[in-house]
């Protein structure tokens, strides 16, 4: 890639990074980040079609990251629902300050709604009939939000504790797979 187009790509990325920190998506408008990225408005036009679309690219980014996480961990495998829920949390940690910018306020429940369609596609492909298992679906649904709300509403908690928590309560789960 051009590394002007590199450079334009990440000062817009960075720009909108910052005034997201500061505000909600809705409030911020393309002359103030354009601005704050020393660029022109046909510059940010040609890179992105809206502030909407440049925001779904970036949590879809995030996303993707913690979906790498788990599976470099090599957690997706269900025989081990400890291991998955722990390796899920440590992503969440270790991707906090993009996702407390991107996914915060009315945002908030998207992160899990996408980690959810992301964490049952992959585990779908490997075991193709739990798409059709209800049972499978609840208890999927149930592991991947509960672990995300319980390491987001619990930060003030001991991070070792916290993870032995999702942990043994994912473990629970594993009678219903």
Known sequence: MDIRIEKTERAIRTAFLALRAQKPLEKITVKELCAAAYINKSTFYAHYEDLFALSDTLEREAVDA??????????????TPEAFARALCISFHAHLPTINVLFSGKAQNRLADRLETGIKAH???????????????????????????????????????????????????????
């Open 123 to 177: 585990i779908f492909a490997v075991y193709p009939a739990w798409r059709q298992d209800p049972v499978m679906q609840i208890a999927l649904s149930y592991s991947i939000h509960g672990a995300y709300w319980a390491y987001t509403k619990n930060q003030n908690v001991d991070e070792a504790q916290l993870l032995d928590v999702i942990g043994q309560l994912a473990g629970a789960l594993r009678a219903l797979y």
């Open 66 to 79: 913690i979906l790498q996480d788990i599976g470099e961990a090599g957690t997706y495998s269900l025989d």
